[in-house]
Nanobody, 132 residues
Framework: QAQLVESGGGLVQPGGTLRLSCKIT????????LAWFRQAPGKEREGVSC????????NYADSVKGRFTISRDNAQNTVYLQMNDLKPEDTAVYYC?????????????????????????WGKGTLVTVSS
């Protein structure tokens, strides 16, 4: 049974930095793409970034390109989201999710569409608040 547990959220001033972590158990991460999503109050969940199972290919939402960096450490069963130059519009609950890749081609890409991720492979989220 997969468990994904996010940490690292908190209150930060505009321009500040945070590093989110997502510890994953119960999955062989060699076969899973990993992603970060966020949901702000009153808004739909949106994909922030993802990293493929193989070759560490990454994708980012336009709104975070150049400011956020996703990385993974399979030995530590953890995916990270380094967030720099945070803005008030980054305020949201941040979730991590895992997506299995059944073929090498599938494991060489990643997806930031929430519907692509199984419902039982999501964390419960960590709150990030950017405010002065």
């Amino acid at each position: 049974q997969a468990q994904l547990v996010e940490s690292g959220g908190g209150l930060v001033q505009p321009g500040g930095t945070l590093r989110l972590s997502c510890k994953i158990t119960g999955l062989n991460l060699d076969y899973y793409g990993l992603a970060w999503f966020r949901q702000a109050p009153g808004k739909e969940r949106e994909g922030v970034s993802c990293i493929s199972a193989s070759y560490d290919k990454t994708n980012y939402a336009d709104s975070v390109k150049g400011r956020f960096t996703i990385s993974r450490d399979n030995a530590q069963n953890t995916v990270y989201l380094q967030m720099n130059d945070l803005k008030p519009e980054d305020t949201a609950v941040y979730y991590c999710a895992a997506q299995v890749g059944l073929t090498l081609v599938a494991r060489s890409t990643c997806d930031t569409r929430a519907a692509s991720y199984d419902a039982d492979k999501w964390g419960k989220g960590t709150l990030v608040t950017v405010s002065s």
